[in-house]
């Protein structure tokens, strides 16, 4: 078949752009092979042009110099592997401007400025491929794009930081502390250089508006989005949780009512242990998909480093020369946020079950304080645990799981609770979150 060459200029050589690299100059012949394109690297622009890489570039195309890559007209395909949102974001409006496609990882500047970006796209008759941006190797974003076009989504479940799974899981496998599984994940790697993001769910937010803004066609913002992270999760909770039959995982949550109103979130939660997502261990993705034609679909896989993610950005590569990226990119209509905002269901008004941990002083007459205040607030117990024995201060922790009720409700009841002379400090709060299993 005849090959047709495609220039590809690559902005950031940190470690995904070493693997983007790496694919273009090791499979170039198998990807001709499959597609009739021949990848040829234009040139690699980095401020570092010093250290030593895994990948060797042919001489003399590792520049410093951005204008390089824009002002060359046989380069088709820009990809910003930069990081970051302030360069990045000038970077990628210059390679637009410059009437290249745009292939990209960066999920921070997506879901900070996606829409003024996409807006550029569009205007330059170019596209913006994002499928490095969520779930690292993953086919996430084409999955929802094309393979589910057919489909009404009303959910999705995901398991989007592998970070934070890799710390939930050795915490409830070996039961490590939060800080020692911290460092193992750093150590391996799989933790952002600053790893505030990735515990404080603020790395599974961007995510999430990534996925939810095309699974739900509405532009969608950070702030449409509830955000806990895992940093106060203690071996305790996971290990009582576990003998409930619940297992502690960080989900991003996106669902679509029947009016069309959408809840956001990303919470630790509590999910049943014969869920699928609850065998998703250590720094793996997954993403559990629920569609109106297909019902549910679950993509699992390597959520991050440099293989996984540089597989999706040379796939988008590839998308973008054959000219799909660009016709599916036309394509792409985000609901205005006039009309967005009003759709975003608050978090107060959103309603699940709840695991309830308080330390309860072990005396007569306590129960029936902490029932009196959740009674008070319409929230009933389906369940509790509470194991023989006084702890310190003869306190003993007491575990309750509630039937479903609305945030706001508990959240009052969360105040009252943390005032009770019979409790000692404030209570802990993790969400139990019941998905939906299609079963036959
Ligand atoms: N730090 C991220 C994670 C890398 O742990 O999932 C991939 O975005």
């Given at each position: 078949m005849a090959e047709k060459q495609v220039r590809v200029g690559l902005a950031g050589f940190g470690t995904i752009g070493c693997g983007v690299a790496k694919l273009i100059l090791e499979e170039a012949e198998s990807i001709a092979a499959k597609t009739g394109l021949r990848l040829e690297l234009g040139c690699v622009v980095d401020t570092d042009t010093e250290s030593a890489r895994p990948v060797k570039l042919p001489k003399?195309?590792?520049?410093?110099?951005?204008n390089r890559l824009l002002n060359?007209?046989?380069?088709?395909i820009g990809v910003e592997?930069?990081?970051?949102?302030d360069a990045a974001k000038d970077v990628q409006l210059k390679m637009l401007d410059a009437g290249k496609d745009v292939v990209t990882a960066n999920k921070a500047l997506l879901a900070e400025h996606g829409n003024e970006l996409y807006e550029a796209a569009h205007r330059n008759g170019r596209c913006i491929a994002f499928?490095?941006?969520?779930?690292?190797?993953?086919p996430i974003i084409s999955a929802i794009r094309?393979?589910?076009?057919a489909n009404n989504i009303t959910a999705m479940y995901g398991i989007v930081n592998g970070t934070c799974n890799y710390i939930l899981s050795e915490m409830t496998?070996?039961?490590?502390?939060f800080s020692e599984a911290l460092a193992q994940a750093q150590n391996k790697g799989?933790?952002?250089?600053?790893p505030t993001l990735d515990i404080n769910g603020g790395d599974s937010a961007h995510k999430l508006a990534i996925l939810a803004s095309i699974a739900f066609g509405y532009e969608i913002t950070l702030e449409d989005i509830f955000v806990e992270g895992?940093?106060?999760?203690s071996k305790a909770d996971i290990r009582y949780g576990g003998e409930m039959g619940y297992i502690l995982k960080l989900l991003a949550i996106g669902q679509k009512d029947k009016e069309g109103k959408v809840s956001l979130c990303v919470y630790p939660s509590f999910i049943a242990?014969?869920?699928?997502?609850?065998?998703?261990?250590?720094p793996f993705n997954a993403i559990s998909i629920f569609g109106s034609a297909v019902g549910q679909v679950m993509y699992y896989g390597r959520g991050a480093g440099m293989m996984p993610t540089a597989s999706a950005v040379v796939a988008d590569i590839i998308d973008a020369a054959l000219g799909n990226s660009v016709t599916t990119f036309r394509h792409l209509h985000l609901k205005p946020r006039s009309e967005t905002e009003l759709l975003i269901e608050k978090i107060g008004n959103c309603v699940s079950r709840f695991y309830i941990k308080v330390l309860a002083?072990?005396?007569?007459g306590v129960v029936a304080k902490y029932s009196k205040v959740l009674g008070d607030h319409d929230i009933s117990i389906s369940g509790a645990l509470q194991h023989e024995g006084a702890g310190p201060n003869n306190t003993v922790p007491v575990v309750i799981i509630t039937h479903s009720v609305q945030q706001k409700n508990m959240t009052a009841a969360l105040v009252e609770l943390a005032e009770l002379?019979?409790?000692?400090?404030r209570p802990v709060c993790i969400r139990i979150v019941d998905i939906p299993e299609d079963k036959d």
């Open positions: 003399s195309i590792l520049t410093n110099d951005i060359d007209d046989t380069i088709q592997l930069i990081g970051g949102t499928e490095g941006s969520c779930g690292g190797g993953i094309t393979g589910l076009v496998s070996k039961g490590e502390g799989y933790a952002e250089a600053d895992i940093e106060s999760v242990k014969d869920n699928p997502l609850a065998r998703v261990n250590g002083k072990n005396q007569p002379d019979v409790l000692s400090g």
